[in-house]
């Protein structure tokens, strides 16, 4: 089991800037992926930066791509999401997301409002 733990969420204006944190409990260097996902009211979780450590490859939302940018901290279980020139339709409940031994680990997810 991983326990994973969202932080950094919060109220910003329209063209601020978040970097939220997302600590797992238990080392996920061997993850197949990891990732952010945002969901509003209403509808389904959407993916918005995902990364594939052994292929090195990342994936963003079209929306977010040159804005966002996902990394990670291997010596502290951390993964990031660094969120720049925010707007309104990038808010949201954002949840971390790790696949390790092929099971799916959701965190409780942080808040993101984006003030116009």
């Known amino acids: 089991q991983v326990q994973l733990v969202e932080s950094g969420g919060g109220l910003v204006q329209s063209g601020g800037s978040l970097r939220l944190s997302c600590a797992a409990s238990?080392?996920?260097?061997?993850?197949?992926?990891m990732g952010w996902h945002r969901q509003t009211t209403g509808e389904k979780r959407d993916m918005v930066a995902r990364f594939y450590p052994a292929f090195r490859r990342t994936d963003y939302a079209d929306p977010v791509k040159g804005r966002f940018t996902i990394s990670r901290d291997n010596a502290n279980n951390t993964v990031y999401l660094q969120m720049n020139s925010l707007k309104p339709e990038d808010s949201g409940l954002y949840y971390c997301?790790?696949?390790?031994?092929?099971?799916?680990?959701w965190g409780q997810g942080t808040q993101v409002t984006v003030s116009s």
């Open positions: 997301n790790v696949n390790l031994l092929d099971h799916n680990y």
């Open positions: 238990k080392s996920i260097n061997n993850a197949n992926a």
